[in-house]
């Protein structure tokens, strides 16, 4: 019958299956469709129409973007990005986020943020207590039993259970947002543009943490946050790419710009993130990440390296060069109330500070977007972070006459 089922959902839309499923047991989804089993489900279908040789002529960042676990695609299990309004659920999910907090009247109600690999969806339970909710940590699974509402426009959960959920027999990548990208091409990317800074110095210092083992195994597979911008596994790397090429790509345009120091900054400057966050089964804060943070962090992990470098270099990296650095790193966030110890005083701590700000704020536009489980509104709920609603539009391009759910 799971076989059936399989057949069934693909016929009834391929299409949606290739964007939902990108691989299945490590076979592009639309590589498996063009065997001989599919043809008669694709015949009808001919807005379908992708072949293996199409499929491998894509941005890999597109074939990378919903790999699929083993048997995914063949379980039932309810996805966030899947929920409609009226929808009683049973199910588990990642708490990503945990908050008590007090009504009115002074009563605790529990607010969760709930996420799997599609998406993050709100989850709120009345007349809580703090004995009623301490077995259940931030980053833990849980099985809830709720009812999908809309409410101003963005749907939640209210939840009438949470529990404990046994992590046995749970794939992780169902719950952990997935690369977007392939990573060994990212890296091959940024090596390349690591070894274009004609600054010795400074090119064999970021070689360095190219050539650590260590670091690179956790910089492929970090996210660059928890839930803000590049929030999946590997999102960090490409975080780190992507303002890479934006730098290379402006260089000319400022000519009196140091942007060796600038491509110094980009790799460097949420390299402490690979020890301030954890991101085996979920993504938390390790202990060091919440004592220290990533700023502070990355500065020790450069002290480090320079010293390893100064080792085996007949002369040691200039005293100027290396502060030069670190103050890209400490001031990157570019303000004091975003976390920053300093503020930009170099041209090239400035562009770096936009140059990160820049894909971070595109990034999580985009993903609110494509993320936003409210399909038929034209509006994506009201982000905290951003402090707004984001505009979607419409499938057909017309506007809303104001009778549709914003």
């Known amino acids: ?18 964007e939902k499923y990108g ?3 490590g076979e592009p989804v639309v590589r498996i469709l063009s065997q001989p089993l599919f043809r008669p489900l694709l015949t009808n279908r001919p807005q379908f129409r992708i072949s293996p040789a199409d499929a491998a002529l894509q941005p890999s960042c597109d074939r990378q973007a919903k790999r699929v676990p083993s048997e995914s695609l063949f379980m039932s299990r309810r996805a966030v990005r899947e929920l409609v309004d009226g929808e009683s659920v049973e199910e588990i999910y990642v708490m990503a986020d945990k908050q008590l907090r007090a ?16 998406g993050t969806i709100s989850g709120l339970m009345w007349n809580v207590t703090e004995q009623s909710l301490a077995h259940l940590d931030s980053g833990s699974f849980v099985k809830v039993q709720a009812k ?8 939640q959960m209210i939840l009438t259970k949470i529990e404990a959920a046994d992590a046995e027999g749970l794939d992780t990548d169902d719950f952990i947002p997935q690369p977007k990208c392939d990573a060994d091409e990212l890296v091959t990317q940024l090596e390349q543009l690591v070894r274009s800074i004609d600054d010795e110095p400074v090119r ?18 970090a996210p660059a946050g928890t839930k803000a911008h590049h929030a999946y596994l590997g999102g960090l790397l490409e975080h780190v790419v992507n303002m890479m090429v934006v730098a290379d ?20 400057h949420d390299a402490g993130k690979v020890r301030e966050l954890g ?41 100027e060069t ?27 701590a400035i562009i770096l500070h936009h140059i990160d700000n820049l894909d971070a704020k595109v990034n999580e536009f985009l993903r609110d977007i494509s993320d936003d489980p409210n399909s038929k509104s034209h509006w994506t709920s009201f982000n905290q972070r951003l402090g707004r609603k984001l505009f979607k539009g419409s499938a057909d391009g017309s506007a809303s006459d104001g009778t549709k759910s914003q």
């Open 322 to 348: 290396a502060l030069r650095i670190k103050h890209l790193i400490l001031s990157h966030h570019g303000t004091h109330e975003f976390g920053s110890p300093k503020v930009p005083m170099t041209p090239e």
């Open 23 to 25: 691989h299945f047991r």
């Open 249 to 268: 790509r402006i260089a000319d345009r400022y000519p009196d710009v140091d942007f060796n120091l600038v491509k110094a900054g980009v790799l460097l």
């Open 204 to 221: 064999e210092l970021m070689l360095k943490y190219l050539a650590d083992e260590e670091f690179m195994r956790g910089f492929r597979q």
């Open 148 to 155: 999908v509402q809309m409410f101003q426009g963005t749907l």
């Open 103 to 118: 009504n009115r009247n002074g009563n605790l109600y529990l607010l969760a943020t709930l996420r799997d690999s599609s």
């Open 279 to 319: 991101f085996e089964d979920s993504f938390v804060y390790t202990d060091e990440g919440q004592l220290l943070g990533h700023l502070v962090i990355g500065v020790e992990m450069l002290n480090e390296k320079i010293a390893e470098l100064n080792q085996e270099r007949e002369s040691p990296i200039p005293e």
């Open 1 to 18: 019958m799971r076989g059936i089922w399989a057949v069934q959902g693909l016929a009834s839309g391929p299409e949606r299956a290739s």
